[in-house]
């Protein structure tokens, strides 16, 4: 072969790569939207408490908003298999928040999970749920974040493997995943199982945790199924009702806006912002989204599951001493059946705890572990366990709630899980 059509071949091959990762460059990239050269308008009082419930129900500002930094200023590291992505700042800022993004360019993000320059976002940022907001949510939303106090704050680089690294990617994950909500096809909220289905899949955004992630950061279908998040187990949401100890529409109410059902226990780890945020909303969202849940719940089992017996104390297996003793020292005075707590509001006890009853020991080890940290919706508190009890002293512990109080087999390897979580919880 003459070397002058080796040249000619190879030159055809670079221009056909460069074409190809050009197109490919150019699909995975919208046009940018021209920056906004004026602040919107001030909105009235009734349209920011609008967008107040808006975003409260989007738990916008629980992502956007990094430990005790200021609200929506972003810089939360949000943690997953393949790596951490920061959240953006989304307070008004020009430079570095959403203060020169339009109305377009804002709804475009929620709807395309694109960002006005026209990059891809990452799919930590629940747009795939966002998609189907109405037209009217996502401009409520957007005059209200328009109002809050600016920030100057970049968002830190993400740290993520490659190729998630390289955001044109994300236009793959997008044909898998995305299915674009448009302002033609509103939702019906007309009755309050409507509404509620509206809340719990568009702005609640609920399955992203409850569902489960597949291999490529999809969510399982069908949905609610159970998922895992931070070493929290997010429970199944169609088995409520069927559940050792039943949930009832008034439960789920209770648990979703106060953070504590009695009969249940409280929301914590992950859940606790998610009901921290619902207690601000209007009674009547919440009590949708109960609605809503108690129409997805599979047919309980004919046989309706005994209530958790509570064994007496003689009754305890001798392998429980130890956890029974630690239990009396760290435990019992807020826990036993006489502590104040418990007979201030007339708890159950854990014996019915959705942490104690699961077969895993996921959540129970991160109670102990991490407490349930003071936030001003409820009285809930917890100290947590980490730095005064180890691995072994977590197992005892459960061994005795779990057989001793709650009458259920023993769990396997809580040690092993708590040295697990215990690592997998530093930041
Ligand atoms: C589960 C966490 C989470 C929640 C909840 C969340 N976001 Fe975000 N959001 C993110 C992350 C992470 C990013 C950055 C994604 C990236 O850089 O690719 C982001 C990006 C954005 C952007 C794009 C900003 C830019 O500069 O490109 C907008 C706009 C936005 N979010 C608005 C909202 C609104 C409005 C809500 C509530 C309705 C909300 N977010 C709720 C995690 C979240
Ligand atoms: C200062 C009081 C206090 C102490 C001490 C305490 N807890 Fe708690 N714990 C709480 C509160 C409050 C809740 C939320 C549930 C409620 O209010 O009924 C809770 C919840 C729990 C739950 C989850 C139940 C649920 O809500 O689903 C577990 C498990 C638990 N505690 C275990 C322990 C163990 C084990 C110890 C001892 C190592 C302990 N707690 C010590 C106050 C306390
Ligand atoms: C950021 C992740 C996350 C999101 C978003 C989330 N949850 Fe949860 N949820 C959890 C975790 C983790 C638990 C278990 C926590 C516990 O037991 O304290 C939980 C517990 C619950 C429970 C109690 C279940 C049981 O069996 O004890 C209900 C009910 C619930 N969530 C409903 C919802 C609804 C409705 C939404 C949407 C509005 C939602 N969750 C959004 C993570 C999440």
Redesign the pocket.
């Known amino acids: 072969m003459q070397l002058r059509t080796l040249i000619g071949g190879a030159a055809v091959a670079a221009i056909a790569a460069a074409a190809v990762l050009g197109g490919l460059y150019a699909w995975t990239r919208a046009a940018p939207i021209a920056p906004a050269d004026a602040a919107p308008p001030p909105p009235s009082a009734a349209v920011l408490a609008a967008g107040a419930r808006v975003v409260a129900l989007g738990d916008c500002m629980v992502c956007h908003t990094a430990g005790d930094g200021p609200a929506y200023a972003g810089g939360l590291g949000l943690r997953t298999p393949f790596g951490t992505i920061y959240s953006t700042n989304i307070t008004p800022d020009p430079e570095t928040g959403i203060g020169r993004w339009t109305l377009p360019a804002f709804r475009r993000a929620l709807r395309e999970g694109t960002s006005r320059d026209g990059h891809l976002l990452y799919p930590a940022f629940p747009y795939i749920h966002y998609t189907r907001m109405s037209d009217n949510d996502i401009e409520l939303a957007y005059r209200y974040l328009m109002t809050r106090t600016p920030v100057h704050a970049p968002a830190p680089a993400n740290d993520l493997l490659f190729p998630l690294n390289f955001r044109p990617v994300l236009a793959f994950w997008n044909m898998l995943y995305l299915r674009p909500g448009t302002s033609d096809t509103p939702a019906s909220q007309a009755t309050p199982i409507e509404r509620g289905r509206y809340l719990v899949d568009t702005l609640g955004h609920c399955a992203s945790c409850h569902s489960g992630l597949n291999l490529m950061g999809g969510e399982r279908s069908p949905a609610f199924q159970g998922g895992r998040i931070d070493g929290w187990n997010a429970p199944a949401l169609t088995r409520l009702a069927a559940a050792d100890a039943p949930w009832t529409q008034a439960d789920l109410v209770e648990y979703l806006r106060g953070g504590?059902a009695?009969g249940?226990?409280?929301a914590?780890g992950p859940m606790r912002p998610v009901t921290e945020r619902l207690a601000s909303v209007p009674r009547e969202d919440v009590e949708a989204i109960a609605a809503y849940l108690m129409s997805i719940q599979v047919a309980p089992q004919s046989q309706p599951a005994a209530a958790p017996a509570v064994k007496p104390a003689a009754a305890i297996v001798p392998g429980d001493r130890a956890g029974e003793t630690?239990?009396a020292a760290?435990?019992a005075?807020?826990?036993a059946a006489p502590a104040p707590?418990m007979r201030l509001a007339d708890?159950p006890g854990?014996a019915r705890?959705?942490?104690?009853l699961s077969g895993d020991p996921a959540?129970?080890v991160q109670?102990?572990l991490q407490?349930?940290p003071w936030d001003n919706t409820s009285t809930?508190?917890?100290?947590p366990?980490a730095d005064t009890?180890d691995d072994k002293q977590v197992a005892q512990?459960a061994a005795y709630?779990r057989t001793g109080l709650a009458a259920r087999p023993a769990w396997d390897d809580v040690a092993a899980t708590s040295a697990k979580l215990r690592k997998e919880n530093q930041p």
């Open positions: 504590l009695l249940h226990g409280a914590k630690l239990f760290a435990c005075g807020c826990h707590m708890r854990l705890s959705s942490a104690v959540n129970f109670t102990v407490g349930i809930v508190y917890m100290p366990f009890l512990l709630v």
